[in-house]
C-alpha cells in the first residue's frame, strides 16, 4: 500500500572474519526503494558494535533510530491527457538544465541566472 514504511532484516551468519556480518537488530534500506522516510539519529544502536567495545558484537534494534524505506504508488493518472503517439524513428529525447539554460541568456536579471 502506498505509504507503508518498511525496511529488511537479514538473518545468516556473524563471522566478520570472513565477510558475514548479517544482523537482524538492523533494519536495512530496500536498495531499490524509490522513497524514503525519516533520519539518523546516529544512536549507538545504529552501529553493528558497542561504543568503546568495538569487538562484541551490538544486537540493539536500529529500527527507532533510522531511515526506513517507503512503498509508492507507481502508476501515473494522466487524466485527459494523452500519449504523443510519435514513432520512434521521428521522436528526438532532449535533456535540458535549468543551469545550463539560464546561466548566460541575456535577458534574465543575474540573480535569476542559472536557477
Given at each position: 500500500?502506498?505509504?507503508?514504511?518498511?525496511?529488511?532484516?537479514?538473518?545468516?551468519?556473524?563471522?566478520?572474519?570472513?565477510?558475514?556480518?548479517c544482523n537482524p537488530a538492523k533494519l536495512l534500506l530496500d536498495?531499490?526503494?524509490?522513497?524514503?522516510?525519516?533520519?539518523?539519529?546516529?544512536?549507538?544502536?545504529?552501529?553493528?558494535?558497542?561504543?568503546?567495545?568495538?569487538?562484541?558484537?551490538?544486537d540493539l534494534d536500529s529500527a527507532p533510530h533510522t531511515m526506513?524505506?517507503?512503498?509508492?504508488?507507481?502508476?501515473?493518472?494522466?487524466?485527459?491527457?494523452?500519449?504523443?503517439?510519435?514513432?520512434?524513428?521521428?521522436?528526438?529525447?532532449?535533456?535540458?538544465?535549468?543551469?545550463?539554460?539560464?546561466?548566460?541568456?541575456?535577458?534574465?536579471?543575474?540573480?535569476?541566472?542559472?536557477?
Amino acid at each position: 500500500m502506498p505509504g507503508q514504511r518498511y525496511g529488511f532484516r537479514v538473518y545468516g551468519p556473524s563471522a566478520p572474519e570472513w565477510g558475514h556480518r548479517c544482523n537482524p537488530a538492523k533494519l536495512l534500506l530496500d536498495p531499490y526503494a524509490k522513497a524514503v522516510s525519516g533520519q539518523i539519529d546516529w544512536h549507538e544502536a545504529v552501529y553493528g558494535y558497542h561504543f568503546g567495545r568495538p569487538e562484541r558484537r551490538n544486537d540493539l534494534d536500529s529500527a527507532p533510530h533510522t531511515m526506513s524505506s517507503v512503498v509508492v504508488n507507481p502508476y501515473f493518472d494522466w487524466g485527459d491527457d494523452r500519449p504523443p503517439r510519435t514513432d520512434y524513428h521521428r521522436t528526438v529525447i532532449y535533456e535540458a538544465h535549468v543551469k545550463g539554460l539560464t546561466m548566460r541568456h541575456p535577458e534574465l536579471p543575474d540573480e535569476l541566472r542559472g536557477t
